[in-house]
T-cell receptor, first 118, second 109 residues
């Protein structure tokens, strides 16, 4: 039973290039979340998506960052014109479904993509 | 605002018991999660509390008091492999998680 898959595991980009990070959720999961972890800091929520829908993007920077989760294929986090401050570990998580009423869905994390901007 | 506080570092001895505390202030609180994260790896789910009280799962237990905005993770019979960061996270109204900075636990022989 494969867990959350992310690729690439490591990505090196020069300033100004584009970075594309991919995430395939666990089998049966239709909800995907992206988090960023800067060195010596906690995980920060970026965006929450369902298939073809962005549910909450309150943690996404207003410029250069975008995310999608198409009907077919993995979720993509795209960073345009990367800067050194974008260097971080980017984690994807998935959950089974949106709980109704009390509670939050348990999220299972992928291994992360470590982005280094030179 | 959103705020999660937990100690930065703790040290404990193999075979002992350790308690990692977490206090939170979040809007739309919808449960409290604990994750374990080894260096360079993914966070691994440990426990979830949505109602007050203690949840026990093997060597790990987690407690929640919603009225006090307080949780703790209790690790018993510590093993060397328990050396890791322990992340406290509050569930929010839209299913997102608000994480603390994590507690780095060092287990010594």
């Amino acid at each position: 039973n494969a867990g959350v898959m992310q690729n690439p595991r490591h990505l090196v980009r020069r300033r100004g290039q584009e970075a594309r990070l991919r995430c395939s959720p666990m089998k049966g999961h239709s909800h995907v979340y992206w988090y960023r972890q800067l060195p010596e800091e906690g995980l920060k929520f970026m965006v929450y998506l369902q298939k073809e829908n962005i549910i909450d993007e309150s943690g996404m920077p207003k410029e250069r960052f975008s995310a999608e989760f198409p009907k077919e294929g993995p979720s993509i986090l795209r960073i345009q014109q990367v800067v050194r401050g974008d260097s971080a570990a980017y984690f994807c998580a998935s959950s089974e479904r949106r709980q109704t009423g009390l509670g939050t869905d348990t999220q299972y994390f992928g291994p992360g993509t470590r982005l280094t901007v030179l | 605002g959103q705020n999660i506080d937990q100690p930065t570092e703790m040290t404990a001895t193999e075979g002992a018991i350790v308690q990692i505390n977490c206090t939170y202030q979040t809007s739309g609180f919808n449960g409290l999660f604990w994750y374990q994260q080894h260096a360079g790896e993914a966070p691994t789910f440990l426990s979830y509390n949505v109602l007050d009280g203690l949840e026990e799962k093997g060597r790990f237990s987690s407690f929640l008091s919603r009225s006090k905005g307080y949780s703790y993770l209790l690790l018993k019979e510590l093993q060397m492999k328990d050396s890791a960061s322990y992340l406290c996270a509050a569930g929010g109204a839209t299913n997102k998680l608000i994480f603390g900075t994590g507690t780095l636990l060092a287990v010594q022989p």
